[in-house]
């Protein structure tokens, strides 16, 4: 597994046994190098070294695209409740943000890209975040696929396709009973098109938030949010197949 090498607000990925070059010297990682230790350069200046953990993913994974945000992954972990032992189906894997932090909360993940590119992309991700054994990257579109899938098979389907209305009519079929579907959407167009997909399909507890929140700001005029753009990113709705 990668480590982190940290120093201030700087960060380098390695793997253990690599040499790198900074502008504060060469550094040679030990293979056995630990999370915790401290390695120097050749020019004596200290890197800690950490554990790669869930929300460095977003800041490391070479990118394909936009990929969902940890704050609206945490939304989609928390409202289905996603722990080991759970099978998710996803589609939009994209970078892969999303199926390898819900595979490092204990499930197992078939994923479904369109993009060739893409797919490989992830599937590189998957090792870099040590959950390439819990995460099945498969290309092609899950709309042509979801009727081959086995009934009932997994406990949570999400989604992050431009149409997910598509595959939301299917969701009854392939999730277990109590099982959740969570369609993450950047439009409101989409997203009404994706609840009534839900409520055509008979799911219950159909409900639609938007993902913002506001960075405060501490200063020594006094407290507030920040004037910075509000921090909006998309509709996340949540559905359950009971």
């Given amino acids: ?55 460095d993913l977003f800041h490391h994974f070479e990118r394909t695209g936009a990929p969902m945000v940890p704050r ?10 996603i722990s080991r032992g759970d099978r998710v189906l996803d589609a939009g894997t994209g970078t892969g943000v999303l199926s390898a932090l819900m595979a490092r909360a204990g499930a197992s993940v078939v994923t479904y890209e369109r993009n060739d590119e893409f797919a490989d992309v992830a599937r590189e991700n998957m090792k870099l975040g040590g959950v390439a054994d819990a995460v099945d990257v498969r290309t092609g579109d899950l709309t042509a696929e979801i009727e081959r899938l086995e009934a009932s098979s997994f406990d949570v389907l999400t989604l992050d396709t431009g149409d997910a209305a598509a595959v939301v009519e299917h969701a009854p079929d392939v999730l ?6 969570a369609v993450y959407s950047p439009f409101i167009e ?29 200063d020594d005029r006094g407290s507030r949010p920040s004037t910075a753009p509000v921090g909006h990113t998309g509709y996340l709705t949540i559905a359950r197949n009971v």
């Avoid at 550094?27 to 953990?53: K, M």
């Fill in 72 to 81: 609206d992954i945490g939304l989609v972990i928390g409202e289905t409740g």
């Fill in 176 to 181: 277990v009973d109590g099982g959740f579907l």
């Fill in 1 to 55: 597994m990668p480590v982190l090498l940290v120093r201030g607000d700087r960060e380098f990925l390695v793997q253990p046994g690599e040499e790198m070059g900074t502008d504060l010297g060469v550094l040679e990682v030990p293979a056995d190098v630990e999370p915790g230790e401290t390695i120097e350069t050749h020019l004596e200046e200290a890197f800690d070294v950490r554990r790669l953990r869930g929300p």
């Fill in 190 to 218: 989409s997203t009404r098109e994706v609840v009534e997909a839900a409520r055509e399909a008979a799911l219950s507890n159909v409900r639609t938030r938007e993902t913002i929140q506001r960075e405060m700001q501490f």
